[in-house]
């Protein structure tokens, strides 16, 4: 048993997304599951989370851990307030996202898949983000910011420092 609790709406999100699939295919909800606690989680699922997950949806632990470890969109390590996914795939390199990450690494001085010591910025290496007529590009939480260069992502890092 875990002492992992999530709130009371969450609680609510997760039984309607439940209730979207046949009875005993709860299984079906883990996706949308998982976004909806890792949202709640600072942006990360670590193991005591998932293993809360899998006891409310009734499945194994290991159903939990190998959908979230799979898919990119899950955190498996605290990340910062800001996760920057640049677009690694041939489209986006072609157009020069090999140069927007190296020069992200050495402005936040991080390596990929690090956060700055502020807890402000991740950076993430990310399979095709579907984009590949507008890059290089990178998604910012639900956004993508495309056609990058490296005037546009100080511009972004700037913007997003006032934000925080």
Not at 17 to 38: C, D, F, M, W
């Amino acid at each position: 048993m875990t002492t992992v609790q999530f709130s009371e709406e969450t609680y609510k999100k997760i039984k309607e997304l439940i209730a979207r699939y046949p009875e005993g295919k709860q299984k079906s909800a883990l996706i949308p599951v998982l976004h909806v606690v890792q949202a709640e989680h600072e942006g990360w699922l670590d193991v005591p989370v998932m293993d809360h997950v899998a006891e409310t949806l009734g499945i194994l632990p290991v159903e939990v851990y190998e959908v979230a470890s799979f898919y990119s969109m899950f955190n498996l390590n605290p990340v910062g307030k800001y996760v920057l996914e640049v677009c690694q795939t041939g489209p986006c390199m072609l157009r020069g996202s090999d140069k927007i990450m190296n020069h992200i690494k050495q402005k936040l001085n991080i390596k990929a898949g690090e956060t700055t010591p502020d807890g402000l910025f991740t950076l993430k290496p990310a399979e095709c983000l579907g984009a590949c007529g507008y890059g290089p590009m990178m998604q910012l939480g639900k956004t993508y910011r495309e056609n990058l260069t490296v005037e546009k992502v100080d511009e972004l890092l700037e913007e997003l420092k006032k934000l925080a």
